[in-house]
């Protein structure tokens, strides 16, 4: 079955620019689309966004174009970096896959993600 | 953006209870609602996918509801129970969760 495994460093000095890798394995990232997610101390968890194996990308706004995602199918890998971090850009950092249909054209129906990878902590701190 | 609203925060449980959990929504989702559990250190694992129960999923679990409310019930509770539920809205961009319940066993 599908595993998803985060990797990066677990600290990051604030203005710096954080950087995740979420590794696919058992099953290829030329299917479906792929989330990141994070969830700060305390707090809910927020949508970061997603990328399709073809490099469509979709942000959650309240990222303040701060993020990319970016996918290298030749490992089975999708990336997240977030720019100018701060500490409220501290939390646990998730990868998942966002289920997805292909209705033809640029048209998907997205289920919501089905599989996560079992998160990675960051803290931003000098 | 789509805010879900989850209640309660915390309950607790004896084994053998039946416990129901909320989400709603700020505006119509149709039924594009997932739960979750998950525990500490693990991934998060998927429950309920619009209304339906995941292949592998004990049967103690079933999910309700269509446009704004939606309901997670958990039937004759177990230790094993004992962890973190949220629900996700997939139906507008950006996806959002509910704040999560944390569900103890006494």
């Known amino acids: 079955q599908v595993q998803l495994q985060e990797s990066g460093p677990g600290l990051v000095k604030p203005s710096e620019t954080l950087s995740l890798t979420c590794t696919v394995s058992?099953?290829?990232?030329?299917?479906?689309?792929w989330s990141w997610i994070r969830q700060p101390p305390g707090k809910g968890l927020e949508w970061i966004g997603y990328?399709?194996?073809?490099?469509?990308?979709k942000y959650n706004p309240s990222l303040k174009s701060r993020g990319t995602i970016s996918v290298d199918t030749s490992k089975n890998q999708f990336s997240l970096k977030l720019t100018s971090v701060t500490a409220a850009d501290t939390a646990v950092y998730y990868c998942?896959?966002?289920?997805?249909?292909?209705?033809?054209?640029?048209?998907?129906?997205?289920?919501?993600?089905?599989?996560w990878g079992q998160g990675t902590t960051v803290t931003v701190s000098s | 953006e789509t805010t879900l609203t989850q209640s309660p925060a915390f309950m607790s449980a004896t084994p053998g209870d039946k416990v129901t959990i909320s989400c709603k929504a700020s505006?119509?989702?149709?039924?594009?609602m997932n739960w979750y559990q998950q525990k500490p250190g693990e991934a998060a694992i998927l429950l309920i996918q619009?209304?339906n129960l995941v292949p592998g999923i004990s049967p103690r679990f079933s999910g309700s509801g269509y446009g704004t409310d939606f309901t997670l019930t958990v039937n004759d509770i177990e230790s094993e129970d004992a962890a973190y539920y949220f629900c996700?809205?997939?139906?507008?961009?950006?996806?959002?969760f509910g704040q999560g319940t944390k569900l103890e066993i006494k």
């Open positions: 505006q119509d989702i149709d039924d594009d």
């Open positions: 998942a896959r966002d289920r997805s249909i292909h209705c033809g054209g640029d048209c998907y129906y997205y289920y919501g993600m089905d599989v």
């Open positions: 990328i399709h194996y073809t490099g469509t990308t």
């Open positions: 619009e209304g």
């Open positions: 996700l809205q997939h139906d507008t961009f950006p996806y959002t």
């Open positions: 058992g099953g290829s990232i030329n299917d479906h689309h």
